[in-house]
Protein backbone atom coordinates (compact mmCIF):
# COMPACT_ATOMS: atom_id res chain seq x y z
CA UNK A 1 0.00 0.00 0.00
CA UNK A 2 2.44 2.36 1.09
CA UNK A 3 6.41 1.59 -0.45
CA UNK A 4 9.53 3.20 -0.33
CA UNK A 5 12.28 2.21 -2.31
CA UNK A 6 16.50 3.05 -1.83
CA UNK A 7 15.24 6.82 -0.06
CA UNK A 8 17.98 8.88 0.84
CA UNK A 9 17.87 12.42 2.75
CA UNK A 10 20.64 14.73 3.95
CA UNK A 11 20.70 18.11 5.52
CA UNK A 12 23.81 19.30 4.29
CA UNK A 13 26.51 17.15 5.45
CA UNK A 14 23.93 15.15 8.12
CA UNK A 15 22.97 11.94 6.51
CA UNK A 16 19.36 11.63 8.23
CA UNK A 17 17.98 8.58 5.79
CA UNK A 18 20.46 6.19 4.00
CA UNK A 19 19.17 3.96 1.37
CA UNK A 20 15.68 2.82 2.90
CA UNK A 21 13.36 0.67 1.65
CA UNK A 22 10.18 0.13 3.69
CA UNK A 23 6.51 -1.33 2.76
CA UNK A 24 3.15 -1.10 4.88
CA UNK A 25 0.66 -3.12 3.95
CA UNK A 26 -3.19 -2.97 3.84
CA UNK A 27 -4.33 -3.15 7.33
CA UNK A 28 -1.39 -3.64 9.22
CA UNK A 29 -0.39 -1.76 12.18
CA UNK A 30 3.56 -1.12 11.80
CA UNK A 31 5.72 0.11 14.49
CA UNK A 32 9.22 2.30 13.59
CA UNK A 33 11.73 2.47 16.73
CA UNK A 34 14.80 3.92 16.67
CA UNK A 35 17.14 6.24 19.18
CA UNK A 36 16.55 10.00 18.61
CA UNK A 37 18.02 11.22 16.18
CA UNK A 38 17.88 8.30 14.16
CA UNK A 39 15.49 9.90 10.96
CA UNK A 40 11.74 8.77 12.16
CA UNK A 41 10.24 11.86 12.03
CA UNK A 42 12.28 12.77 8.87
CA UNK A 43 10.80 9.55 7.17
CA UNK A 44 7.40 11.14 7.95
CA UNK A 45 8.27 14.09 6.60
CA UNK A 46 8.79 12.83 3.66
CA UNK A 47 6.50 10.58 3.37
CA UNK A 48 3.94 13.39 3.92
CA UNK A 49 5.53 15.86 1.11
CA UNK A 50 6.70 18.65 3.63
CA UNK A 51 11.01 17.03 2.70
CA UNK A 52 12.03 16.72 -0.60
CA UNK A 53 13.71 12.91 -1.37
CA UNK A 54 17.12 13.45 -2.23
CA UNK A 55 17.25 9.83 -4.08
CA UNK A 56 14.57 7.07 -4.37
CA UNK A 57 10.74 7.23 -4.52
CA UNK A 58 8.02 6.60 -2.48
CA UNK A 59 4.90 4.95 -4.15
CA UNK A 60 1.20 4.77 -2.56
CA UNK A 61 -1.38 2.25 -3.58
CA UNK A 62 0.52 2.12 -6.61
CA UNK A 63 1.15 5.40 -7.86
CA UNK A 64 4.67 7.84 -7.05
CA UNK A 65 3.69 9.77 -4.41
CA UNK A 66 7.19 11.62 -4.11
CA UNK A 67 7.72 15.10 -5.72
CA UNK A 68 3.50 15.94 -5.32
CA UNK A 69 2.74 18.92 -2.94
CA UNK A 70 1.77 17.91 0.78
CA UNK A 71 -1.96 18.58 0.37
CA UNK A 72 -2.00 16.32 -2.90
CA UNK A 73 -0.52 13.53 -0.83
CA UNK A 74 -3.05 13.62 2.26
CA UNK A 75 -5.98 13.81 -0.34
CA UNK A 76 -4.97 10.91 -1.64
CA UNK A 77 -5.60 9.23 1.53
CA UNK A 78 -2.06 9.63 3.50
CA UNK A 79 -2.46 11.20 7.16
CA UNK A 80 -0.51 12.21 9.81
CA UNK A 81 0.13 13.92 13.18
CA UNK A 82 2.78 15.87 14.28
CA UNK A 83 4.70 14.74 17.35
CA UNK A 84 5.14 18.44 18.34
CA UNK A 85 1.83 18.61 18.45
CA UNK A 86 0.78 21.41 16.23
CA UNK A 87 -3.60 22.39 16.76
CA UNK A 88 -4.97 25.54 15.10
CA UNK A 89 -5.28 27.46 18.64
CA UNK A 90 -7.18 30.18 17.81
CA UNK A 91 -10.32 27.53 16.62
CA UNK A 92 -12.16 25.43 18.93
CA UNK A 93 -11.31 21.62 18.89
CA UNK A 94 -14.92 21.17 16.50
CA UNK A 95 -13.48 23.68 14.58
CA UNK A 96 -10.32 21.48 13.70
CA UNK A 97 -11.62 18.55 13.06
CA UNK A 98 -14.74 20.02 11.01
CA UNK A 99 -11.64 21.37 8.68
CA UNK A 100 -9.90 18.33 8.06
CA UNK A 101 -13.72 17.00 7.35
CA UNK A 102 -14.67 19.42 4.75
CA UNK A 103 -11.31 18.96 2.87
CA UNK A 104 -10.84 15.66 3.59
CA UNK A 105 -12.40 12.63 1.60
CA UNK A 106 -15.46 12.11 3.26
CA UNK A 107 -16.86 14.02 0.33
CA UNK A 108 -19.19 16.58 2.52
CA UNK A 109 -21.59 19.02 0.66
CA UNK A 110 -21.94 21.35 3.62
CA UNK A 111 -20.34 22.73 7.04
CA UNK A 112 -23.06 21.29 8.84
CA UNK A 113 -22.95 18.24 7.53
CA UNK A 114 -18.88 18.28 7.83
CA UNK A 115 -19.77 19.47 11.48
CA UNK A 116 -21.37 16.56 12.58
CA UNK A 117 -19.21 14.59 11.21
CA UNK A 118 -16.32 16.19 13.12
CA UNK A 119 -18.37 15.83 16.69
CA UNK A 120 -18.51 11.36 16.11
CA UNK A 121 -14.49 11.85 15.63
CA UNK A 122 -14.50 13.68 18.67
CA UNK A 123 -16.77 11.15 20.32
CA UNK A 124 -14.96 8.26 18.96
CA UNK A 125 -11.62 10.04 20.24
CA UNK A 126 -13.60 11.29 23.78
CA UNK A 127 -12.83 14.50 23.24
CA UNK A 128 -16.82 15.38 22.69
CA UNK A 129 -17.51 16.97 25.84
CA UNK A 130 -14.97 19.75 25.16
CA UNK A 131 -15.88 20.39 21.41
CA UNK A 132 -16.22 23.93 22.65
CA UNK A 133 -12.98 24.38 23.62
CA UNK A 134 -9.20 25.47 22.25
CA UNK A 135 -6.59 23.39 22.27
CA UNK A 136 -4.56 25.64 24.55
CA UNK A 137 -7.89 24.28 27.21
CA UNK A 138 -6.43 21.09 26.78
CA UNK A 139 -3.34 19.44 28.76
CA UNK A 140 -0.86 17.42 26.65
CA UNK A 141 -2.47 14.22 26.37
CA UNK A 142 -5.82 16.07 25.23
CA UNK A 143 -3.92 17.63 22.35
CA UNK A 144 -2.15 14.55 21.55
CA UNK A 145 -5.80 13.16 20.72
CA UNK A 146 -6.71 16.04 19.01
CA UNK A 147 -3.62 15.37 16.90
CA UNK A 148 -5.63 11.93 15.89
CA UNK A 149 -8.93 13.40 15.71
CA UNK A 150 -8.13 16.20 12.97
CA UNK A 151 -5.54 13.66 11.02
CA UNK A 152 -8.52 11.15 11.11
CA UNK A 153 -10.99 14.11 9.98
CA UNK A 154 -8.95 14.11 6.49
CA UNK A 155 -10.81 10.06 6.13
CA UNK A 156 -6.77 8.88 5.52
CA UNK A 157 -6.54 5.43 4.41
CA UNK A 158 -3.05 4.99 6.42
CA UNK A 159 -2.22 7.40 9.22
CA UNK A 160 1.51 8.37 10.48
CA UNK A 161 1.33 8.30 14.25
CA UNK A 162 4.66 10.26 15.52
CA UNK A 163 4.65 9.43 19.11
CA UNK A 164 1.33 10.03 20.28
CA UNK A 165 2.04 8.19 23.53
CA UNK A 166 5.15 9.71 24.40
CA UNK A 167 4.92 11.15 27.81
CA UNK A 168 1.68 9.67 29.29
CA UNK A 169 1.36 8.02 32.39
CA UNK A 170 0.71 3.77 31.95
CA UNK A 171 -2.81 4.22 32.49
CA UNK A 172 -3.09 6.67 29.35
CA UNK A 173 -1.03 4.15 27.44
CA UNK A 174 -3.53 1.74 27.84
CA UNK A 175 -5.91 3.80 26.33
CA UNK A 176 -4.07 4.79 23.98
CA UNK A 177 -3.30 1.31 22.95
CA UNK A 178 -6.43 0.35 22.66
CA UNK A 179 -7.05 3.70 20.90
CA UNK A 180 -4.87 2.61 18.06
CA UNK A 181 -6.71 -1.07 17.87
CA UNK A 182 -9.81 0.93 17.34
CA UNK A 183 -8.39 3.62 14.65
CA UNK A 184 -7.66 0.58 12.45
CA UNK A 185 -10.84 -1.82 13.34
CA UNK A 186 -13.53 1.14 13.49
CA UNK A 187 -12.30 3.39 10.86
CA UNK A 188 -10.31 0.54 8.73
CA UNK A 189 -7.17 2.68 8.31
CA UNK A 190 -4.17 1.31 8.15
CA UNK A 191 -1.58 2.58 10.99
CA UNK A 192 1.85 3.17 10.77
CA UNK A 193 3.61 4.78 13.91
CA UNK A 194 6.74 5.91 15.64
CA UNK A 195 7.20 5.00 19.00
CA UNK A 196 9.58 4.59 21.81
CA UNK A 197 6.98 2.78 24.25
CA UNK A 198 8.30 -0.46 23.94
CA UNK A 199 5.38 -2.16 25.13
CA UNK A 200 2.44 0.14 23.45
CA UNK A 201 5.10 -1.07 20.56
CA UNK A 202 5.24 -5.06 21.50
CA UNK A 203 1.46 -5.23 21.99
CA UNK A 204 -0.27 -3.00 19.56
CA UNK A 205 2.44 -3.62 16.14
CA UNK A 206 2.08 -6.49 13.65
CA UNK A 207 5.47 -5.59 12.67
CA UNK A 208 8.22 -3.16 13.71
CA UNK A 209 10.80 -1.47 11.49
CA UNK A 210 13.29 -0.38 13.48
CA UNK A 211 16.07 2.40 12.48
CA UNK A 212 19.76 3.55 13.11
CA UNK A 213 21.19 6.61 12.00
CA UNK A 214 19.01 6.60 9.10
CA UNK A 215 19.82 3.04 8.31
CA UNK A 216 17.41 0.17 8.78
CA UNK A 217 18.42 -2.38 10.97
CA UNK A 218 15.82 -4.44 11.52
CA UNK A 219 12.03 -5.42 10.32
CA UNK A 220 9.95 -8.07 11.59
CA UNK A 221 7.39 -9.56 13.88
CA UNK A 222 8.30 -7.46 17.37
CA UNK A 223 9.46 -10.26 19.01
CA UNK A 224 12.31 -10.84 16.68
CA UNK A 225 13.11 -7.11 16.57
CA UNK A 226 13.38 -6.63 20.14
CA UNK A 227 15.52 -9.71 20.67
CA UNK A 228 17.90 -8.39 17.64
CA UNK A 229 21.11 -7.77 19.11
CA UNK A 230 21.78 -4.96 16.54
CA UNK A 231 18.67 -3.18 18.04
CA UNK A 232 19.73 -3.40 21.32
CA UNK A 233 23.23 -2.29 20.79
CA UNK A 234 21.45 1.12 19.31
CA UNK A 235 19.23 1.13 22.43
CA UNK A 236 21.92 -0.15 25.25
CA UNK A 237 25.17 0.28 23.71
CA UNK A 238 27.79 -2.12 22.51
CA UNK A 239 28.50 -3.88 26.09
CA UNK A 240 24.73 -4.85 26.09
CA UNK A 241 24.48 -7.01 22.82
CA UNK A 242 27.88 -8.74 23.57
CA UNK A 243 26.59 -10.94 26.63
CA UNK B 1 -17.12 29.17 9.81
CA UNK B 2 -19.38 30.39 13.02
CA UNK B 3 -21.94 28.12 14.45
CA UNK B 4 -24.66 31.12 13.31
CA UNK B 5 -25.53 30.53 9.75
CA UNK B 6 -28.22 33.34 9.63
CA UNK B 7 -28.98 36.47 11.43
CA UNK B 8 -32.04 36.73 13.52
CA UNK B 9 -35.70 38.65 11.99
CA UNK B 10 -35.22 41.07 14.28
CA UNK B 11 -31.86 41.88 13.58
CA UNK B 12 -32.00 41.55 10.04
CA UNK B 13 -34.71 44.00 10.19
CA UNK B 14 -32.67 46.22 11.80
CA UNK B 15 -30.16 46.31 9.42
CA UNK B 16 -32.50 46.90 6.82
CA UNK B 17 -33.89 49.70 8.06
CA UNK B 18 -30.78 50.99 8.60
CA UNK B 19 -29.65 50.53 5.93
CA UNK B 20 -32.44 52.21 4.30
CA UNK B 21 -32.12 55.51 6.35
CA UNK B 22 -28.50 55.59 4.83
CA UNK B 23 -29.44 55.13 1.30
CA UNK B 24 -32.30 58.17 1.70
CA UNK B 25 -30.12 60.07 3.95
CA UNK B 26 -28.05 62.40 0.68
CA UNK B 27 -31.93 62.76 -1.02
CA UNK B 28 -32.67 64.72 2.08
CA UNK B 29 -30.80 67.83 1.31
CA UNK B 30 -27.96 67.81 3.61
CA UNK B 31 -24.83 69.68 3.02
CA UNK B 32 -22.56 67.84 0.17
CA UNK B 33 -19.91 68.21 2.39
CA UNK B 34 -21.62 65.10 4.38
CA UNK B 35 -22.24 63.50 1.33
CA UNK B 36 -18.58 63.48 0.72
CA UNK B 37 -17.47 62.22 3.80
CA UNK B 38 -19.83 59.09 3.87
CA UNK B 39 -18.64 58.30 0.48
CA UNK B 40 -15.01 58.40 2.11
CA UNK B 41 -16.47 56.37 4.52
CA UNK B 42 -17.75 53.59 1.80
CA UNK B 43 -14.96 53.40 0.52
CA UNK B 44 -12.61 52.98 3.08
CA UNK B 45 -15.13 50.27 4.10
CA UNK B 46 -14.65 48.49 0.94
CA UNK B 47 -11.38 48.35 0.77
CA UNK B 48 -10.64 47.23 4.40
CA UNK B 49 -13.15 44.54 4.14
CA UNK B 50 -11.68 43.51 0.83
CA UNK B 51 -8.08 43.48 2.51
CA UNK B 52 -9.36 41.60 5.11
CA UNK B 53 -9.92 38.68 2.83
CA UNK B 54 -6.60 38.17 2.38
CA UNK B 55 -4.69 39.79 5.47
CA UNK B 56 -7.26 38.94 8.18
CA UNK B 57 -9.11 35.76 7.19
CA UNK B 58 -5.48 34.45 5.53
CA UNK B 59 -2.75 35.95 7.69
CA UNK B 60 -0.80 37.38 4.70
CA UNK B 61 -0.56 41.69 5.56
CA UNK B 62 -0.60 42.89 2.07
CA UNK B 63 1.06 46.61 2.94
CA UNK B 64 0.42 47.62 -0.98
CA UNK B 65 -3.54 46.95 -1.32
CA UNK B 66 -3.93 50.55 -2.36
CA UNK B 67 -2.39 49.60 -5.86
CA UNK B 68 -5.51 47.90 -6.69
CA UNK B 69 -7.58 50.81 -6.02
CA UNK B 70 -5.14 52.97 -8.15
CA UNK B 71 -5.13 50.64 -11.27
CA UNK B 72 -9.01 50.57 -11.02
CA UNK B 73 -9.11 54.13 -10.91
CA UNK B 74 -6.58 54.13 -14.21
CA UNK B 75 -7.89 51.12 -16.03
CA UNK B 76 -11.67 53.06 -15.38
CA UNK B 77 -9.69 56.02 -17.08
CA UNK B 78 -8.22 54.38 -19.91
CA UNK B 79 -11.40 52.30 -21.04
CA UNK B 80 -13.11 55.72 -21.04
CA UNK B 81 -10.74 57.44 -23.15
CA UNK B 82 -10.15 54.41 -25.41
CA UNK B 83 -13.63 53.59 -26.06
CA UNK B 84 -14.89 57.05 -26.02
CA UNK B 85 -17.58 56.01 -23.19
CA UNK B 86 -19.56 58.86 -22.20
CA UNK B 87 -19.45 59.72 -17.89
CA UNK B 88 -22.48 57.28 -17.16
CA UNK B 89 -20.98 54.12 -19.61
CA UNK B 90 -17.93 55.17 -17.54
CA UNK B 91 -18.99 54.21 -14.42
CA UNK B 92 -19.89 50.81 -15.70
CA UNK B 93 -16.73 50.14 -16.88
CA UNK B 94 -15.60 50.17 -13.41
CA UNK B 95 -16.72 46.79 -13.00
CA UNK B 96 -13.70 45.57 -15.43
CA UNK B 97 -11.39 47.73 -14.35
CA UNK B 98 -12.29 45.41 -10.84
CA UNK B 99 -11.20 42.72 -13.38
CA UNK B 100 -7.93 44.37 -14.02
CA UNK B 101 -6.83 44.85 -10.59
CA UNK B 102 -7.81 40.74 -10.11
CA UNK B 103 -6.03 39.85 -12.76
CA UNK B 104 -2.82 42.03 -11.86
CA UNK B 105 -2.99 40.28 -8.34
CA UNK B 106 -3.22 36.94 -9.61
CA UNK B 107 -0.09 37.48 -11.50
CA UNK B 108 1.98 38.84 -8.62
CA UNK B 109 0.15 36.44 -6.29
CA UNK B 110 1.77 34.00 -8.03
CA UNK B 111 5.31 34.87 -6.83
CA UNK B 112 4.48 36.25 -3.95
CA UNK B 113 2.32 34.01 -1.81
CA UNK B 114 5.21 32.09 -1.67
CA UNK B 115 6.56 34.19 0.91
CA UNK B 116 5.38 34.67 4.42
CA UNK B 117 5.24 37.25 6.75
CA UNK B 118 7.47 40.29 6.93
CA UNK B 119 8.71 38.97 3.56
CA UNK B 120 4.88 39.19 2.03
CA UNK B 121 4.50 42.99 3.29
CA UNK B 122 7.42 44.40 1.67
CA UNK B 123 6.98 42.69 -1.82
CA UNK B 124 3.74 44.07 -1.48
CA UNK B 125 4.72 47.00 -0.38
CA UNK B 126 7.06 47.54 -3.50
CA UNK B 127 4.66 45.77 -5.66
CA UNK B 128 2.72 49.38 -4.85
CA UNK B 129 5.56 51.54 -5.24
CA UNK B 130 6.78 49.95 -8.86
CA UNK B 131 3.33 50.59 -9.79
CA UNK B 132 2.65 53.83 -9.09
CA UNK B 133 6.83 54.59 -10.92
CA UNK B 134 5.29 53.40 -13.73
CA UNK B 135 2.15 54.94 -14.22
CA UNK B 136 3.68 58.40 -13.56
CA UNK B 137 6.63 57.16 -16.09
CA UNK B 138 3.90 56.17 -18.87
CA UNK B 139 2.72 59.36 -21.20
CA UNK B 140 -0.02 58.25 -21.96
CA UNK B 141 -1.56 57.21 -18.68
CA UNK B 142 -1.19 60.84 -18.12
CA UNK B 143 2.57 60.58 -16.44
CA UNK B 144 3.07 62.67 -13.18
CA UNK B 145 -0.05 65.13 -15.00
CA UNK B 146 -2.96 62.89 -13.99
CA UNK B 147 -5.37 62.18 -16.26
CA UNK B 148 -8.89 63.79 -16.65
CA UNK B 149 -12.75 62.04 -17.17
CA UNK B 150 -15.86 63.41 -18.13
CA UNK B 151 -18.05 64.46 -15.25
CA UNK B 152 -22.36 63.72 -15.37
CA UNK B 153 -23.52 67.16 -16.40
CA UNK B 154 -25.52 67.13 -13.66
CA UNK B 155 -25.74 69.30 -10.41
CA UNK B 156 -22.99 68.58 -7.74
CA UNK B 157 -25.52 67.23 -4.91
CA UNK B 158 -26.39 65.00 -7.44
CA UNK B 159 -24.47 63.66 -8.92
CA UNK B 160 -22.27 63.21 -5.48
CA UNK B 161 -25.35 61.52 -4.39
CA UNK B 162 -25.69 58.95 -7.46
CA UNK B 163 -21.93 58.29 -6.82
CA UNK B 164 -22.79 57.90 -2.82
CA UNK B 165 -25.56 55.50 -3.79
CA UNK B 166 -22.89 53.54 -5.91
CA UNK B 167 -20.28 53.25 -3.34
CA UNK B 168 -23.21 52.08 -0.85
CA UNK B 169 -23.65 49.00 -3.14
CA UNK B 170 -20.18 47.78 -3.73
CA UNK B 171 -19.73 48.20 0.24
CA UNK B 172 -22.83 45.82 0.84
CA UNK B 173 -21.57 43.67 -1.53
CA UNK B 174 -18.59 43.77 -0.77
CA UNK B 175 -19.26 43.28 3.32
CA UNK B 176 -21.63 40.55 2.12
CA UNK B 177 -19.10 38.42 0.06
CA UNK B 178 -17.11 38.71 3.41
CA UNK B 179 -19.39 37.30 5.22
CA UNK B 180 -19.91 34.78 3.19
CA UNK B 181 -16.84 33.60 3.17
CA UNK B 182 -16.14 33.64 6.59
CA UNK B 183 -19.09 31.24 7.03
CA UNK B 184 -17.85 28.69 3.90
CA UNK B 185 -15.81 25.98 3.28
CA UNK B 186 -13.24 28.49 1.60
CA UNK B 187 -13.21 30.28 4.63
CA UNK B 188 -12.39 27.89 7.15
CA UNK B 189 -9.85 26.76 4.64
CA UNK B 190 -8.17 30.33 5.16
CA UNK B 191 -8.04 29.89 8.72
CA UNK B 192 -6.52 26.74 8.79
CA UNK B 193 -3.69 28.48 6.43
CA UNK B 194 -3.31 31.77 8.57
CA UNK B 195 -3.16 29.18 12.06
CA UNK B 196 -0.39 27.15 10.20
CA UNK B 197 -0.31 26.73 6.53
CA UNK B 198 2.23 23.39 6.47
CA UNK B 199 -0.54 21.37 8.83
CA UNK B 200 -3.49 23.03 6.72
CA UNK B 201 -1.88 21.28 4.34
CA UNK B 202 -1.20 18.36 5.64
CA UNK B 203 -5.44 18.51 6.04
CA UNK B 204 -5.30 18.52 2.06
CA UNK B 205 -6.04 21.94 1.81
CA UNK B 206 -4.89 23.22 -1.56
CA UNK B 207 -3.18 26.19 0.12
CA UNK B 208 -1.65 27.92 -3.41
CA UNK B 209 -5.31 27.64 -4.50
CA UNK B 210 -6.93 29.06 -1.79
CA UNK B 211 -4.41 31.69 -0.94
CA UNK B 212 -4.54 33.23 -4.94
CA UNK B 213 -8.10 33.25 -4.79
CA UNK B 214 -8.52 35.10 -1.72
CA UNK B 215 -6.06 37.70 -2.96
CA UNK B 216 -7.93 38.21 -6.17
CA UNK B 217 -10.88 38.91 -4.42
CA UNK B 218 -9.65 40.70 -2.41
CA UNK B 219 -8.24 42.73 -5.08
CA UNK B 220 -11.39 42.96 -7.05
CA UNK B 221 -13.33 45.16 -4.71
CA UNK B 222 -10.92 47.90 -4.52
CA UNK B 223 -10.58 47.95 -8.52
CA UNK B 224 -14.14 48.61 -8.65
CA UNK B 225 -13.76 51.46 -6.03
CA UNK B 226 -10.60 53.02 -7.90
CA UNK B 227 -12.99 52.88 -11.10
CA UNK B 228 -15.92 55.17 -9.45
CA UNK B 229 -13.39 57.14 -7.49
CA UNK B 230 -11.89 57.95 -11.21
CA UNK B 231 -15.63 58.53 -11.84
CA UNK B 232 -16.40 60.85 -8.99
CA UNK B 233 -13.18 62.75 -8.71
CA UNK B 234 -13.03 62.96 -12.76
CA UNK B 235 -9.45 63.07 -12.36
CA UNK B 236 -6.59 60.94 -10.93
CA UNK B 237 -3.29 61.47 -10.26
CA UNK B 238 -0.57 58.84 -8.85
CA UNK B 239 -0.51 61.22 -5.97
CA UNK B 240 -4.46 60.45 -5.11
CA UNK B 241 -4.79 56.98 -6.18
CA UNK B 242 -1.52 55.46 -5.39
CA UNK B 243 -1.10 57.50 -1.73
CA UNK B 244 1.22 54.78 0.46
CA UNK B 245 -0.69 56.15 3.52
CA UNK B 246 -3.93 54.67 2.40
CA UNK B 247 -2.29 51.01 2.14
CA UNK B 248 -1.21 51.58 5.67
CA UNK B 249 -4.48 53.10 6.84
CA UNK B 250 -6.37 49.74 5.30
CA UNK B 251 -4.30 47.43 7.40
CA UNK B 252 -4.68 49.73 10.49
CA UNK B 253 -8.49 50.13 10.08
CA UNK B 254 -9.27 46.10 9.37
CA UNK B 255 -6.75 45.11 12.46
CA UNK B 256 -8.13 48.40 14.55
CA UNK B 257 -11.87 46.09 13.94
CA UNK B 258 -10.94 42.94 14.44
CA UNK B 259 -9.46 40.86 11.14
CA UNK B 260 -10.73 37.31 12.08
CA UNK B 261 -14.59 38.56 11.42
CA UNK B 262 -16.43 40.73 8.67
CA UNK B 263 -17.84 43.19 10.89
CA UNK B 264 -13.94 44.19 12.08
CA UNK B 265 -12.89 46.12 9.09
CA UNK B 266 -16.51 47.58 9.07
CA UNK B 267 -16.31 48.65 12.93
CA UNK B 268 -12.51 49.80 12.16
CA UNK B 269 -12.78 51.58 8.91
CA UNK B 270 -15.57 53.70 10.06
CA UNK B 271 -14.51 54.51 13.53
CA UNK B 272 -10.94 55.45 11.61
CA UNK B 273 -12.29 57.62 9.32
CA UNK B 274 -14.14 59.64 11.72
CA UNK B 275 -10.52 59.69 13.58
CA UNK B 276 -8.28 60.21 10.41
CA UNK B 277 -11.01 63.63 9.02
CA UNK B 278 -11.04 65.57 12.93
CA UNK B 279 -7.02 65.01 12.23
CA UNK B 280 -6.79 66.10 9.17
CA UNK B 281 -9.25 69.00 10.27
CA UNK B 282 -7.27 69.80 13.31
CA UNK B 283 -4.05 68.80 13.34
CA UNK B 284 -1.10 69.07 11.09
CA UNK B 285 -0.72 65.88 8.61
CA UNK B 286 2.96 65.23 10.15
CA UNK B 287 1.23 65.36 13.51
CA UNK B 288 -1.58 62.50 12.09
CA UNK B 289 0.94 60.62 10.60
CA UNK B 290 2.88 60.22 14.16
CA UNK B 291 -0.83 59.85 16.09
CA UNK B 292 -1.00 56.77 13.52
CA UNK B 293 2.20 55.39 13.91
CA UNK B 294 1.23 55.69 17.65
CA UNK B 295 -2.28 53.59 16.76
CA UNK B 296 -0.62 50.74 14.70
CA UNK B 297 1.63 49.95 17.92
CA UNK B 298 -1.10 50.09 20.71
CA UNK B 299 -3.00 48.09 18.41
CA UNK B 300 -0.83 45.38 17.98
CA UNK B 301 0.61 45.17 21.16
CA UNK B 302 -2.65 45.84 23.21
CA UNK B 303 -5.29 44.55 20.63
CA UNK B 304 -3.94 41.88 18.59
CA UNK B 305 -7.56 40.94 17.85
CA UNK B 306 -9.26 43.66 16.99
CA UNK B 307 -11.31 46.16 19.74
CA UNK B 308 -14.11 44.51 19.24
CA UNK B 309 -12.35 41.23 20.63
CA UNK B 310 -10.81 43.35 23.11
CA UNK B 311 -13.69 44.82 24.40
CA UNK B 312 -15.58 41.20 24.53
CA UNK B 313 -13.05 39.97 26.67
CA UNK B 314 -13.19 42.57 29.12
CA UNK B 315 -16.81 42.27 29.28
CA UNK B 316 -17.62 39.02 28.87
CA UNK B 317 -15.29 36.34 29.31
CA UNK B 318 -13.91 36.86 32.69
CA UNK B 319 -16.48 34.21 33.67
CA UNK B 320 -14.80 31.66 30.69
CA UNK B 321 -10.97 32.40 31.92
CA UNK B 322 -12.18 31.35 35.38
CA UNK B 323 -13.79 28.21 34.32
CA UNK B 324 -10.82 26.97 31.71
CA UNK B 325 -8.61 27.45 35.02
CA UNK B 326 -10.55 25.52 37.55
CA UNK B 327 -10.49 22.35 34.87
N1 LIG C 1 14.64 20.17 8.89
C1 LIG C 1 15.83 19.71 9.32
N2 LIG C 1 16.97 20.39 9.04
C2 LIG C 1 18.16 19.93 9.44
N3 LIG C 1 18.33 18.81 10.14
C3 LIG C 1 17.25 18.08 10.47
C4 LIG C 1 15.94 18.51 10.07
N4 LIG C 1 15.03 17.60 10.53
C5 LIG C 1 15.76 16.66 11.16
N5 LIG C 1 17.07 16.94 11.13
C6 LIG C 1 18.14 16.11 11.69
O1 LIG C 1 17.98 14.83 11.14
C7 LIG C 1 18.22 13.84 12.13
C8 LIG C 1 17.02 12.96 12.27
O2 LIG C 1 16.00 13.67 12.94
P1 LIG C 1 14.55 13.10 13.19
O3 LIG C 1 14.03 12.54 11.94
O4 LIG C 1 13.75 14.18 13.81
O5 LIG C 1 14.83 11.96 14.25
P2 LIG C 1 13.82 11.13 15.15
O6 LIG C 1 12.44 11.52 14.79
O7 LIG C 1 14.14 9.72 14.82
O8 LIG C 1 14.17 11.44 16.56
C9 LIG C 1 18.58 14.56 13.40
O9 LIG C 1 19.98 14.60 13.50
C10 LIG C 1 18.03 15.94 13.20
O10 LIG C 1 18.78 16.90 13.88
MG1 LIG D 1 10.95 12.33 15.95
Redesign the pocket.
Known amino acids: MLKGTRIEKH?GG?K?ITNLDFEIHQGEIVGMI?P????????FNLISGL?KLDTGKIEFEGSTISGLAPYRIAALGVGRTF?IVRPLMELTLLENVTIAVLYGRSNVKTVDMAREIAMSILTFIGLAPRFDNLPGQLGLEGRKRLEIARALGSKPKVLLLDEVFAGMNPKEIGGAIDLTFRIRDEYGVTVFM?EHVMKAIMRTCDRVIA?RN?MKIADGVPEMVANNPEVIRAYLGDNYAKN | MGQDSGWSKRTLLLVIVFISCVTIFPWLGPPVYFISFAFNVFIYITLATSWNIIGGYTGYLSFGHVAFFGIGAYAAAIFGMWFGLSPALNILASIPAGLVSMLLAILVGYPCLRLRGPYFAVITLCFAFVTELTIRNLDFLGGADGLWLKGLALPIEVSRSIFFELMLVLTLVTLFVANRIEKSKFGSGLRAIKEDEEVAQTMAINTPKLKITAFAISAFFPGVAGGLYACYLTYIHPDIVFDVNVSILIVLMALFGGGAFWFGPLVGATILTFVNEGLSTFVKAEYARIIYGCLFIIVIIFMPNGILEFAKTRMVKKPAKFEAAVK
Open positions: FLAGNGSGKTTLLQVLG
